[in-house]
């Protein structure tokens, strides 16, 4: 029986708008027609109301709505055929109905509200099943997006790439490419119609009728169809006229194929090119893949170059040692010392090897042996010329002679207290307001620099913050020729102010010719007001 | 370096730390800007006094008028900006040395370098050394004699606050009169 086959029973008594998709568009209708099925008249379903839609074909039945209705879904229509009917026997319009039904069952996506994979959007139960496949903001297929895991909430939309964006195609159809009858080009199997000509592929065994048993039937299991598997067709016939209209509009909506529209979107997004939704998946994938490779070869490299860096500290050895040994019975030549001093000023000699965690058992000890270690570097290159020098600089410097086995931040904070012990002059480390932390020799204590300053600034007047790094410490007897740099200084002098050792002068600000603005030049003097008496006019009374 | 006093065109002598550009400079230093408050509180009333002003104001920095001898130094080429003017009013209005005046606006003050106890002592001395004793008087006469008296363009705000602090001693009284203000003055009572 075909029409068991083919049809759903619905409730009739429910108004035919409320039946319908959200998609789904009413076209015609016709009341006072038959079923017949097959050949033969339909016994229930004589005396009722046809609906055409676009995607279905509703019969409400009029004695027997709510147990006599049925619809039957265009998709399985594969022709169809119009008698205009003689003397007594009335107009008829046939269906020729084809495919499986079960496969095309809706079971597997529960009509529920579905969330998209890849829009998040919330998709109601509303509309019709082939476009209950795609979502409705995106367009993508509700297979692509949830592969593996069916019906479940929220799968990681990366990890459920993988076995939608290369697993899906390959599942739908098989491997071979299909030759086009017109231009011979190889296409994808998943392909409807030709990539280069448009014209129709032919079918290949699709899965429809590869599962043409199906394991399960909707439907009960009434009489079996006696033969005729090829020839199912259902008749409508039209008592009281009206056919034409109605034959017209289900012309109309079979062309229309709003189903096959969707249904070829479906598979046809299964298919590798990268437009669309499933491109965009596909590119993301790809590039993640990409990132993965790029860091892990970089890292290698990285791991390559630690080990140059421990051949050249090895090198920096030994050309010391040979220098040693070639001339110590002469003085140095010029070269072998103009060698040694770049050597360690470029940190990289030390004479001994790094200390580590492991050649020392108490922590303490390990400490101090890296103090120990680390004044010497300092002695030897990063402060032998400047007597204050920043944090960063040191820890740099200090890393870089070690080469291998690099002493952490935490670890470095931790042995900076323990230096004054191991070196002369002593290096003590000063934090200024602004953060900024520094080792310093004593000459650059915050006391021992103001006096200085403001012995300075008294001989030589006012100066501006460049000129006191300029100028300052070339008036220090034997000491370095270079000057601070003039942020060091600026906080040195600010913290000077800070303590009341200078007072300031913002020419900017003040002056009546020339003032640009708010601290643009300021000068700075020693602390006049510290003192002051009164010389002006005297206080009289009248 | 040695800084000097610097006699100015009215006859004011300008102390020596008038010559030295870091006095014109807000100090962040807190210390330090104590100091420089108190000798420009020191300085601008000694030139009130000088020059029988009594009204400052923060645009008196800007623009010209009767302070510049020493909001501006012109051989140093230095200036008071307004921003360290309003903070060293605020200082002497802290201090009762000033008051600001209209009320509720922090702008212009009336200095007091003569306190309003002071006035009202030599109110009443003049009061009574003209011999206007008991007989009353309008406030434009106080404020512009014929004779010039220490009480010559006192503002009025002032001349109140004085009569205000005599009428509680009972050595004055407030009369109204046809148009503006009187008083009188009495001897105190032995």
Not at chain 1, 11 to 38: F, H, K, R
Not at chain 1, 257 to 264: F, Q, Y
Not at chain 2, 62 to 72: F, I, P, S, Y
Not at chain 2, 78 to 88: A, D, G
Request: aromatic share 6%; charged share 20%; net charge negative.
């Amino acid at each position: 029986m075909s029409l068991k086959r083919f049809s759903q029973s619905i409730d009739g008594t429910i108004p035919i708008q409320a039946l319908l998709y959200d998609d789904e568009e009413l076209l015609g209708s016709q009341d006072n027609v038959g079923i017949y099925d097959g050949q033969q008249k339909s016994p229930r379903h004589q005396s009722g109301t046809a609906y055409i839609t676009s995607h279905r074909l509703f019969y409400v039945d009029g004695p027997k709505p709510d147990s006599c209705s049925f619809s039957i879904d265009l998709s399985h229509v594969s022709r169809t055929d119009y008698y205009a009917g003689l003397f007594t026997s009335s107009p008829k319009v046939t269906l020729y109905l084809a495919g499986d039904v079960s496969s095309e069952s809706n079971d597997e996506h529960a009509p529920s509200i579905w969330e998209c994979q890849v829009c998040g959007n919330h998709n109601s139960p509303g509309f019709s099943p082939s476009a209950a496949r795609i979502c409705g903001l995106c367009g993508v297929p509700r297979d692509a997006a949830d592969d593996s895991t069916e019906g479940s909430s929220a799968p990681h939309l990366s990890s459920s790439l993988p076995a939608s964006g290369f697993a899906g195609p390959v599942q739908r159809s098989s491997k071979d490419p299909v030759p086009c009858p017109a231009c011979t080009f190889l296409n994808h199997p998943s392909l409807r119609t030709c990539e280069l000509c448009e014209t129709d592929l032919p079918r290949r065994p699709s899965r429809r009728e590869l599962q043409s048993a199906p394991v399960s039937r909707p439907h009960s299991p009434d009489n079996d169809e006696e033969g005729d598997p090829a020839n199912m067709l259902i008749k409508v016939s039209f008592r009281k006229g009206g056919d034409k209209a109605i034959y017209g509009a289900l012309k109309t909506s079979l062309n229309g194929k709003v189903w096959e529209s969707k249904a070829a979107t479906v598979d046809r997004g299964g298919g590798n090119r990268s437009v669309g939704i499933s491109g965009i998946l596909r590119t993301v994938e790809n590039s993640v893949q990409e990132r993965e490779t790029s860091m892990h070869d970089a890292l290698q490299d990285l791991e390559a170059l630690m080990v140059k860096a421990k051949d050249m500290v090895n090198l920096a050895a030994e050309l010391n040692y040979k220098l040693t040994a070639a001339s110590s019975t002469n003085d140095e030549p010029e070269e072998a010392t103009f060698i040694r001093s770049s050597l360690t000023q470029l940190g990289l000699h030390i004479d001994n090897a790094p200390v580590t965690q492991d050649m020392t058992k108490d922590e303490r000890r390990w400490h101090e042996e890296l103090a120990r270690e680390l004044a010497k570097v300092l002695q030897a290159g990063l402060m032998r010329d400047k007597g204050i020098v920043a944090l960063d600089e040191v820890w740099g410097g200090w890393n870089r002679a070690r080469g291998v086995a690099l002493i952490p931040p935490a670890t470095f904070l931790q042995v900076i207290p323990l230096l004054p012990q191991y070196t002369t002059p002593q290096v003590s480390t000063r934090k200024f307001v602004s953060g900024l932390t520094v080792l310093h020799t004593p000459p650059y204590s915050a006391s021992a620099f103001s006096a200085r300053l403001a012995g300075f600034l008294v001989m030589h007047g006012s100066r501006t913050t460049l000129e006191i790094a300029l100028e300052m410490e070339l008036d220090m007897e034997g000491s370095n020729e270079a000057g601070m740099s003039v942020s060091l200084c600026k906080e040195m002098v600010e913290d000077c102010e800070r303590e009341g050792g200078v007072c300031r002068d913002d020419v900017g600000q003040c002056a009546i010719v020339g003032g640009g603005g708010v601290g643009v030049e300021v000068r700075w003097w020693p602390n006049l007001f510290v003192g002051y008496v009164w010389d002006g006019q005297s206080e009289e009374d009248d | 370096m040695a800084l000097s006093t610097h006699t100015t065109s009215t006859g004011f002598l300008l102390p020596s730390i008038h010559s030295a550009p870091p006095f014109f400079t807000q100090q962040p230093n807190p210390a330090t800007e104590a100091i420089v408050i108190e000798q420009w509180t020191k300085l601008i009333l000694s030139y009130a006094r000088h020059r029988n002003l009594f009204y400052l104001r923060v645009e008196d920095a800007e623009t010209g008028g009767d302070w510049d001898e020493v909001l501006r130094n012109d051989r140093i080429n230095r200036r008071l900006p307004p921003t360290h003017l309003s903070s060293i009013l605020a200082g002497m209005v802290a201090k009762n040395v000033a008051t600001y005046e209209p009320a509720k606006q922090t702008r212009s003050v009336l200095l007091y370098w003569r306190l309003p106890e002071e006035w009202a002592e030599v109110l009443h001395q003049w009061a009574s050394t003209t011999g206007q004793m008991n007989t009353i008087m309008t406030f434009y006469e106080i404020t512009d004699p014929p004779v010039n008296s220490p009480l010559t363009n006192i503002p009025l705000p002032l001349l109140r606050k004085a009569i205000t602090i005599l009428a509680k001693s009972n050595r004055a009284q407030i009369i109204a009169i046809a148009d503006g203000e009187g008083v009188r003055f009495f001897t105190p009572a032995k």
